[in-house]
């Protein structure tokens, strides 16, 4: 008898079974948790972190859709049917107001759509798995640890790979030539390894056929949400028809997080290598909530000074999005059509940038 886990999680990851005759079907689970965990490292350039706005998320096979107060999800099955779910989203603004602020409501956000964005992950996981029941694919409840986890986990690779790296880099150039030595060039060297290092592992990850495909999803619901914001029937024509760069895409967000880093970095007046790392990490949030207002501002304004500083992100989604076929296209136009089902039950109104 052949044993197949039935969840993904993490222990199924690790701990997957492995027996003599079921070589191809371990090979293909072992690829499967692969893109899972890829994944997951890529969540915060996949998702459109807006509470506001109609946005989505690229996930395995398929499109997560998120309106104000509902979000819904299409996977396409190995056999090529379509799977949706959907289900009521709680504002965080809503049930508390001083989550709204300025700063404060950019950081709120962007843990809220981390958090969903993980969820989607793991049901379109739960789908990609060939002979799942339809109850057992809406299995989707994430354990408290491994939501905690895989959170350490992501933002353990963040600071390590984009904080502790290139200072420590920056630190060794200065000891070679002290010009560098000057906090205005000390930081657009870190600065620059920064963004050199984030644009390696786009590029490497992009070469992975499997990961390509979630970056044609991407596009697809980028084209999606430009044909809603502009009021068009949702049709694949029409949906075809715009372009898959999006300005409040994640990826736009992470750059704009690096460049704005470089200007705040520049304000600290810390000399030494654990001092300029703990102010690192100690400005993350607000780092996070100043770039989350101007990817807010430069979406509604687009011929704005602040939008100027968006456009890396739009020139880098040349690789995070690809041109997508009628049928990725298709899923997330249902993806979206369950979040609008259950947002007009709901009561909810959208706000368009």
């Not at 946005?55 to 509902?70: D, F, K, N, T």
């Not at 986990?153 to 904080?163: D, E, H, T």
């Not at 460049?259 to 654990?274: D, E, G, K, R, S």
Request: aromatic share 12%; charged share 20%.
């Amino acid at each position: 008898m052949t044993l197949r886990p039935k969840l993904l999680t993490l222990s199924s990851v690790i701990y997957a079974p492995f027996r003599v005759g079921e070589h191809p079907t371990s090979m293909r689970f072992l690829r499967r948790s692969l893109r899972f965990l890829a994944a997951v490292q890529l969540l915060p350039a996949l998702e459109s972190g807006e509470e506001t706005l109609v946005g989505g998320q690229a996930v395995l096979e398929g499109v997560m859709m998120r309106s104000p107060h509902a979000w819904g999800i299409c996977i396409r099955r190995p056999d090529g049917t379509l799977a949706t779910h959907s289900e009521p989203l709680e504002r965080p603004s809503e049930q508390h107001k001083w989550m709204a602020w300025p700063i404060v409501r950019g950081c709120i956000t962007l843990g809220h759509a981390m958090a969903l964005g993980f969820r989607a992950l793991r049901y379109s996981a739960n789908v990609a798995m060939e002979g799942l029941t339809a109850e057992e694919e809406k299995k989707i409840e994430v354990p408290g640890w491994a939501l905690a986890l895989n959170v350490a986990l992501s933002l353990g690779f963040f600071i390590f790979m984009y904080k502790f790296v290139p200072l420590l880099a920056a630190t060794k150039l200065k000891n070679v030539y002290p010009a560098f030595g000057n906090r205005f060039a000390f930081n657009i060297v870190d600065g620059v390894i920064r963004i050199a290092l984030f644009l390696l592992f786009i590029w490497g990850i992009s070469l992975w056929p499997d990961i390509r495909r979630v970056f044609q999803y991407h596009g697809a619901e980028h084209k999606t949400v430009f044909a809603f914001e502009s009021h068009d029937p949702l049709t694949i024509e029409n949906a075809q028809s715009y372009s898959t760069f999006h300005p409040r895409c994640g990826t736009s967000f992470l750059m704009t997080v690096m460049l704005i880093a470089m200007v705040i970095y520049m304000m600290v007046p810390a000399t030494t290598f654990w001092a300029r790392f703990a102010f690192r990490i100690a400005l993350l949030p607000v780092i996070a909530g100043v770039s989350y207002e101007l990817i807010r501002f430069a979406a509604k304004h687009g011929s704005s000074l602040f939008a100027i500083l968006t456009k890396p992100g739009l020139w880098l989604q040349r690789i995070t999005t690809q041109p997508p076929s009628d049928d990725q296209v298709e899923t997330a136009i249902a993806a979206l059509n369950e979040a609008m089902e259950l947002e007009k039950q709901r009561g909810g109104e959208l706000v368009i940038a």
